[in-house]
């Protein structure tokens, strides 16, 4: 018999609503309850919802807190604080910041004796694990990652707190002529340029200056500026009718030369049409590992790389070693 992994979500937006439909497909885990900064009567969930500031009351009544904050305004202190207090799993995903980031909650879940697993999801998370694979089984060789096509969130706030942008949503496409030389063996050295395109769709105020505008978004250093962009602008009805989904997906490539100078090529692929929701259901997987891995002693910091594959199946070992080894 399986035991029931009590689940909190802490930040109930598009990811943490993605969370709660993955515990409701998985038969070992249990929502326990939503902790929000919002006022709890805003908030419609089965589970009890619970102002973040009385977390604490539920030591004994979570054994798993999903963090669904954002990387850049929430998880630098709201990790740490979770940390000391419960095992956690977040997706922090600020790539240059991890080891930073890492050591921070190392330390905060090592004093309160917890588990904390960070920066899961499809990257960092599943296409970190399929860059080590690739990289490790063909050392004489090169990878890359591609994403999209797929809505960026965070450069659509970029474009929307732009001065008379009413509305916006930004896709990151992969450079179909540089994927092509990919798969075709080549292992060149690419430039953002080289590798992603970015494709904006705005709806402007009735007197905004477009031109302006296009000019703000293609110069936006650390966004922009390093890609080909183009923009263009649409009107209301439009962007509700063909972009308010939240699809994206890409893929990791590796070619490399084995033995005798033979060619081989591994590939991971996602193609998603709910972003949060599927990186609900991965952060929901790595919340069950991180349970079996606390129960067996392990404490501190942890990543996907740390985490053994079978962790994250509600089977058993024989079970899977039956069905799917």
Same mark, same amino acid.
């Given at each position: ?8 979500? $802490?930040?109930?937006? %598009? ?26 009567? @805003? ?8 102002? =973040? ?31 000391? @207090?419960? %095992? ?10 991890? #080891? ?13 004796? %917890?588990? /904390? ?18 990289? /490790? ?15 960026? @969130?965070?450069?659509? *706030? ?8 009413? !509305? ?15 798969? !075709? ?6 430039? #953002?340029?080289? !590798? ?50 939240? #699809? ?16 081989? @090529? $591994? ?6 049409? %709910? ?5 609900? /259901? =991965? ?23 740390? *985490? ?5 199946? #509600? ?11």
């Amino acid at each position: 018999m399986r035991d029931t992994i009590r689940i909190g979500i $802490a930040g109930y937006g %598009n990811l943490g609503r993605g969370v709660e439909k993955a515990i409701a497909q998985s038969p070992d885990l249990e929502l326990a309850a939503v902790f929000t900064r919002r006022r709890p009567d @805003q908030i419609e969930s089965e589970a009890p919802v619970v102002p =973040v500031e009385e977390s604490g009351d539920y030591r004994d009544k979570i054994d798993v807190m999903i963090l669904c904050g954002s990387s850049a305004n929430d998880l630098p202190a709201q990790g740490p604080m979770f940390a000391s @207090q419960f %095992n956690t799993v977040d997706s922090f995903d600020l790539h240059a910041r991890i #080891p930073e980031y890492f050591e921070t909650i190392d330390a905060a879940a090592r004093k309160g004796s %917890n588990l /904390s697993l960070i920066s899961t999801g499809w990257d960092p998370g599943l296409f970190s694990m399929a860059r080590v694979l690739f990289g /490790s089984i063909l050392p004489m060789g090169k990878t890359y990652t591609f994403w999209g096509r797929g809505v960026s @969130q965070g450069h659509s *706030v970029a474009v929307r707190r732009l001065p008379g942008v009413k !509305q916006a949503v930004q896709y990151t496409v992969p450079v179909p002529e540089t994927v092509e030389r990919i798969q !075709q063996g080549e292992t060149p050295v690419l430039t #953002p340029r080289e !590798q992603h395109m970015r494709i904006c769709y705005v709806v402007p105020e009735p007197e905004a200056d477009r031109g302006a505008i296009e000019t703000a978004i293609k110069t936006m250093p650390g966004y922009f500026a390093d890609y080909d962009t183009t923009v263009h602008f649409i009107t209301e009805e439009e962007f509700a009718a063909d972009h308010t989904g939240m #699809p994206h997906g890409g893929f990791v490539i590796s070619t490399g030369i084995t033995g005798g100078g033979t060619k081989q @090529q $591994a590939e991971f692929r996602l193609r998603l049409e %709910n972003n949060p929701e599927f990186t609900g /259901s =991965v952060l929901a997987a790595y919340a069950r590992a991180v349970y079996r891995l606390h129960r067996e002693g392990k404490t501190g910091a942890c990543t996907v790389l740390d *985490v053994p594959l079978g962790y994250l199946s #509600p089977d058993s070992p024989p079970e899977l070693r039956k069905r799917l080894l």
